[in-house]
């Protein structure tokens, strides 16, 4: 390799950025910083999500695994344990706490069974907090989507601002020459550069983040459901739905005996004796 080929081209390169970076005007430094500041910002947020959705995946197969070894519904629950940074924890602690709302008895103690409008009410805690925990683990994608769609346009109007002042002063100078205008145009391109600088990177991540959040958002209905399944098992009274069948069986008979029509008795007709 030809080593000092490649420290010739590197130099070239920081003596380009240098060049470039010294000919921008204060609209295009200023547009720049704004775009820097939003790179760091959605980094930041990259990351930040990435390790809360791998630790709230972590944390939900493990919880998964210990909610379905337990003898009852509400076994975890009697026990107070925590697990913060677990959504699926957070869904069967408010799931559980209606649950022991609606069985508490006035002199104290639980009931066994449920009614069938309380079971609603539980089920809709429980739907209400999956959303919530969606919403939790979807905050903050909101700044990549923004970096997405809103920093090539910053670039460009960079881009556009630059040429119009560089197109201006060679028309008020009366000379278009390529070493009068050439300068101002690559100024005017660098803050174009910048807007693609931060936005690429955040779109690839924004779309990871997208898709690693419907994982999430799948695995916390499908808890929710079996959730909600056991707990029909385990609580939920028969009784009314027994009461709801019996009447449905007895009814034909009903309606026979309601359209049975009383014929009334037949005399015999007297003969005459001729």
Not at 243 to 252: G, M, V
Request: with cysteine.
């Amino acid at each position: 390799m030809d080593f000092p080929l490649i420290l010739a081209a590197e130099a070239a390169k920081q003596q380009t950025i240098r060049f470039v970076w010294e000919a921008v005007d204060p609209v295009g430094v200023g547009i720049i910083v704004l775009l820097l500041v939003f790179s760091m910002c959605a980094w930041g947020v990259m990351v930040y999500k990435s390790l809360q959705m791998r630790r709230a995946r972590k944390y939900n197969e493990y919880f998964e695994s210990s909610f379905r070894a337990q003898s009852n519904v509400s076994a975890m629950y009697d026990k107070r344990i925590t697990a913060e940074g677990c959504p699926m924890f957070s869904v069967y602690q408010e799931g559980c706490h209606a649950l022991d709302q609606r069985l508490k008895l006035p002199q104290g103690g639980r009931a066994r069974t449920l009614s069938l409008k309380s079971m609603e009410h539980v089920k809709g805690v429980i739907e209400a907090s999956v959303a919530r925990e969606s919403i939790r683990l979807e905050s903050g994608l909101i700044v990549l989507s923004v970096a997405v769609s809103g920093s090539p346009f910053i670039g460009l109007f960079g881009t556009v601002w630059g040429v119009m002042e560089v197109f201006s002063g060679a028309a008020q100078a009366g000379s278009a020459s390529l070493t009068h205008v050439a300068p101002g145009v690559a100024s005017a391109l660098a803050t174009t550069l910048a807007g693609l600088l931060v936005a690429i990177p955040s779109m690839f991540g924004y779309n990871w983040l997208v898709h690693q959040l419907r994982v999430q958002n799948v695995g916390l209905d499908n808890f929710a459901q079996e959730l909600v399944a056991r707990i029909e098992s385990e609580h939920l009274e028969e009784g009314p739905r027994q009461a709801e069948r019996a009447p449905a069986a007895t009814t034909p008979r009903n309606r026979a005996h309601e359209t049975r029509v009383q014929e009334p008795a037949m005399e015999p007709a007297g003969l005459e004796v001729g």
